[in-house]
């Protein structure tokens, strides 16, 4: 049987889409992943070795920087 040259052509250009959807995916997974660990790194318990609460009291100081937690409370790092 003697193979068109339509035939390959067609067969390589689906094979490269195939491939051009597998790295879109890939790069969608990627981007996601490190976004959310952007977000754990930002979280009051990691990057500060805090606890969310309204008032620090005892605890020690609250910081200044932007974390996790919500609307009226404070990352209130332990100290001691």
Do not use: H, P, R, W
Not at 6 to 28: T, Y
Not at 42 to 68: F, M
């Amino acid at each position: 049987m003697k193979k068109k040259g339509v035939e390959l052509s067609m067969n390589v250009i689906i094979i490269a889409a195939i491939g051009l959807l597998i790295l879109l995916i890939l790069a969608f997974l990627v981007v996601n992943y490190v976004g959310k660990t952007n977000e754990g790194l930002k979280s009051c318990s990691v990057a500060y070795g805090g606890i969310c609460k309204e008032d620090c009291g005892q605890l020690g100081y609250a910081t200044q920087e932007q974390t996790d937690c919500k609307q009226g409370t404070y990352c209130c790092k332990v100290v001691g």
